[in-house]
DNA sequence: CAGTATCCCCACCGATACTG
DNA sequence: CAGTATCGGTGGGGATACTG
């Protein structure tokens, strides 16, 4: 009879905590904060929710009234943050933020996901120093199977492509490492001229491109944070 | 196979969200941010949170590095916020100011509970303009049964008890509202004088403590916090 | 593409009782 | 006071299929 999801509390932290701390909505939220807007976009960023349970909360949401629809003229709905829901950023950065002070590295690294990981890096990539003209680089992570192994990221007019089969450009640039050492590289743990020093990070291609690696690959907004663990 | 609690994702939101978004662990947290350390305290500020959860979630969070516990005498422990856990402070603060900002009164005002709101009301009560000598304040909630309709505050020596049964002195002032009156006044919802003048809130008694009533009545953390919903 | 529908299973949660 | 033990219920997640 009683409601089983709330926790029965009238305090604004606990009114808070319900909708926030219910399973998968702060990754949810992370997602719109970072600009999609479609479902199969959400989905993306999400991989491992169902598309049923997404659909769930995406509703419940908006009956909170953290997101509000768009109908499109196809007939499928945008989703966007309300005004409420775009005040949770600096909540869900707060989580961003102490994730990145305070858990250790060791098991940030037992979730490897290329996928999540490339769709991060395209999400962030900076064209500028790459332009003018079209740019193809190629990231490799030779110890993943195939279907997982080659990605490709084509820049051109500002526009960041991210594809996992080879599009025939030219390669400007091949990246090669672990998918472990990039995913360290991303996070912040693990600095770009020394994995290079120590052999773990390989660039091969048009020299003015790799020199300017770490120009055009943004590193995770948390990456600068400084850790408070080892 | 997969760890089925977590979301599988290096990214640092998801690594917090694991830890705090667990059913019932922001408010673990917020609990021991209020200052307490004892288990049956820390019942008090969940009481719809079975001892056994409770348990097993300090553990948790003792085995994560948010909290650190110290053997005392008699062989319990007392539990305390290690430097991550502090840490945590400004992210559930600002759940509870977003939850002040953004959700509708009348949802929370469906949580009412007395001892939860008298918890609060004699952990945050300012002893000052009370002083000196003793003095009691009953709460009076007519439309409540029995063992919640009355609650003794006991003011000494700048110490604040609260009972649940007549302590037997005379009562310096009597407070009388529907818990509801007293939760929205708590929670910043309708201010003192507005609910004198209604009738909704009576004060009988020695007239320099009614009249000081929002001195020493001070209302809930995220009370000042203006609202952005109806 | 953008979801909805259904089925099944199981880990988590709630409730209650119990113990040192 | 400070927890543990036990048991039954259920919501979430995987899998799969289906619809407009």
């Given at each position: 009879?009683?409601?089983?999801?709330g926790?029965?509390q009238f305090?604004?932290?606990?009114?808070?905590?319900?909708?926030?701390?219910?399973?998968?909505?702060?990754?949810?939220?992370?997602?719109?904060?970072?600009?999609?807007t479609?479902?199969n976009?959400?989905?993306?960023?999400?991989?491992?929710m169902s598309?049923?349970?997404?659909?769930?909360?995406l509703?419940?949401l908006?009956?909170?009234g953290?997101?509000?629809?768009?109908?499109?003229?196809s007939?499928a709905?945008?989703?966007h943050?309300?005004?409420?829901?775009e005040?949770?950023?600096?909540?869900?950065?707060?989580?961003?933020?102490?994730g990145?002070?305070?858990?250790?590295?060791?098991?940030?690294?037992?979730n490897l996901?290329?996928?999540?990981?490339?769709?991060?890096?395209r999400?962030?990539?900076?064209?500028?120093?790459?332009?003018?003209?079209?740019c193809?680089?190629?990231?490799q992570?030779?110890?993943?199977?195939?279907?997982?192994?080659n990605?490709?990221?084509?820049?051109?007019?500002g526009?960041v492509?991210?594809?996992g089969f080879?599009?025939?450009?030219?390669i400007?640039?091949?990246?090669?490492?672990?998918?472990?050492?990039?995913?360290?590289i991303w996070?912040g743990?693990a600095?770009?001229?020394?994995?290079?020093?120590?052999g773990?990070?390989?660039l091969?291609?048009?020299?003015p491109?790799a020199?300017?690696?770490?120009?055009?690959?943004?590193?995770?907004?948390?990456?600068?944070?400084?850790r408070?663990v080892s």
């Open positions: 009879m009683e409601d089983r999801g926790y029965g305090c604004p932290v606990s009114m808070a905590a319900e909708i926030l701390c219910t399973r998968w909505t702060a990754l949810v939220i992370r997602e719109l904060l970072c600009g999609s479609r479902f976009q959400l989905r993306r960023g999400v991989p491992r598309p049923a349970l997404l659909s769930k909360r509703k419940e908006e009956k909170i953290v997101i509000v629809t768009a109908p499109r003229e007939g709905v945008e989703y943050l309300s005004p409420a829901g005040d949770l950023r600096s909540i869900i950065l707060g989580m961003g933020f102490w990145q002070r305070w858990v250790e590295s060791q098991l940030s690294l037992k996901d290329p996928s999540l990981l490339m769709w991060d890096i999400r962030n990539l900076n064209p500028e120093p790459l332009l003018p003209g079209r193809t680089i190629q990231f992570y030779p110890e993943l199977p195939e279907p997982q192994r990605w490709w990221m084509v820049i051109e007019k526009k492509d991210l594809c080879d599009p025939g450009y030219e400007n640039l091949l990246v090669r490492s672990s998918l472990r050492t990039m995913t360290a996070m743990f600095p770009i001229p020394h994995e290079l020093a120590a773990r990070l390989e091969q291609g048009e020299r491109i020199n300017a690696i770490q120009k055009w690959l943004t590193l995770s907004t948390f990456a600068p944070e400084p408070r």
